[in-house]
């Protein structure tokens, strides 16, 4: 099956800094990622969708300058918190629609393992 | 909008009891059905999914029905194992917007020896 792969798993950095947490599909082509962010015993809130090539699109609230996102390849998309605050620590999960043969008729989506951020 | 309201936990079940969590849906047009299932400290993974109605997704012992006429996607199993301890998610997709998918809250689950 496909497979999604996310690193790291678990940061913690300074209030201030920058982080990068990379998304990949491992076993076939993502043309399209999302990327979401959990709170503790809470659903999934989408932030944005990733479109290889070209700008994402984020989700109304969802500051753009503020979690850069990129799809510079069909296998891989990054997210960068920028600026990083201690509100910014939370679980980023990416996931990825699949290509033909890969899910893409029924909308099922391949999940990363999650990246737990902590901003001291 | 579409939506997804699935029974509020945490489900607490002693090993080997019968389980089900309930899930509802309201959608515009025809969705997939999935159970997702979260362990803790890792993301998401597909547990069943159903792409039409009647249908009955299953996985490792659990099971969900797509029913049309009451929209709903329940989740059970005959005997739950400690190992199913996790947050289980029901949601709902389209093959032409998948990004779009609608979760719900999630309902967790621990199961006692």
């Known amino acids: 099956g496909a497979v999604v792969s996310q690193h790291p798993s678990w940061v913690i950095c300074k209030s201030g800094t920058s982080v990068k947490i990379e998304c990949r599909s491992l076993?076939?082509?993502?043309?399209?990622m999302f990327w979401y962010r959990q709170f503790p015993k809470q659903s999934l809130m989408l932030m944005a969708t990733?479109?290889?090539?070209?700008?994402?699109?984020?989700e109304q609230g969802v500051e753009k300058d503020k979690f850069l996102i990129n799809h510079a390849s069909l296998t891989l998309s990054t997210l960068t918190v920028t600026s990083a605050h201690p509100e910014d620590s939370s679980f980023y999960i990416c996931?990825?629609?699949?290509?033909?043969?890969?899910?893409?008729?029924?909308?099922?989506?391949?999940f990363g393992e999650g990246s737990r951020l902590t901003v001291l | 909008g579409d939506s997804v309201t699935q029974m509020e936990g945490p489900v607490t079940l002693s090993e080997e009891a019968f389980l089900t969590i309930n899930c509802t849906y309201t959608?515009?047009?025809?969705?997939?059905l999935f159970w997702y299932v979260q362990y803790p400290g890792e993301g998401l993974q597909l547990l069943l999914k159903?792409?039409?109605?009647?249908d009955k997704g299953s996985n490792k012992g659990f099971e969900a029905t797509y029913r049309k006429e009451t929209t709903s996607f329940h989740l059970e199993k005959g005997s739950v194992q400690v190992s199913d301890s996790a947050v289980y998610f029901c949601?709902?997709?389209?093959?032409?917007?998948?990004?779009?998918?609608?979760f719900g809250d999630g309902t967790t689950l621990t199961v006692k020896p």
């Open positions: 996931s990825a629609q699949g290509t033909s043969g890969f899910g893409t008729d029924t909308g099922e989506l391949f």
């Open positions: 076993d076939f082509q993502a043309t399209t």
């Open positions: 990733s479109n290889e090539g070209s700008k994402a699109t984020y």
């Open positions: 959608a515009t047009g025809y969705p997939s």
């Open positions: 159903a792409t039409k109605a009647d």
């Open positions: 949601a709902l997709g389209f093959d032409t917007n998948a990004g779009k998918s609608t």
